[in-house]
């Protein structure tokens, strides 16, 4: 079982930052494909950005391409999701997660595994 803890979310005027993090105990953790979701509210969750397991491939969704960068750190076993420019629209729940060799980072269906999500509000 591969246990996700997110945190980094809050409140933050329109234009601000904030910087997401994943961490995971998990000591295959170069071996998983990372992604980061968000869910705003009455909308269906989507992907914002995931980081392929071999490093080699990172994805976006079109809004946050040159406002967020997704990026991980092995040894302490965490994913980051630096967001810029924050913008009202960002505003959502914000959950990692992990999937074993994913190929296609942008799969959601894919991940079995998942944080517990946390809140980014954006004021404008």
């Known amino acids: 079982q591969v246990q996700l803890v997110e945190s980094g979310g809050g409140l933050v005027q329109a234009g601000g930052s904030l910087r997401l993090s994943c961490t995971t105990s998990?000591?295959?953790?170069?071996?998983?494909?990372m992604g980061w979701f968000r869910q705003a509210p009455g909308k269906e969750r989507e992907f914002v950005a995931g980081?392929?397991?071999?490093?080699?491939?990172?994805d976006y969704v079109d809004s946050v391409k040159g406002r967020f960068t997704i990026s991980r750190d092995i040894a302490s076993k965490t994913v980051y999701l630096q967001m810029n420019r924050l913008k009202a629209e960002d505003t959502a729940d914000y959950f990692c997660?992990?999937?074993?060799?994913?190929?296609?980072?942008?799969?959601?269906?894919?991940?079995?595994?998942w944080g517990q999500g946390t809140r980014v509000t954006v004021s404008s």
């Open positions: 998990v000591l295959t953790f170069p071996m998983y494909t």
């Open positions: 980081i392929v397991w071999a490093g080699d491939n990172i």
């Open positions: 997660a992990a999937s074993w060799k994913l190929s296609n980072p942008v799969a959601q269906s894919e991940y079995p595994y």
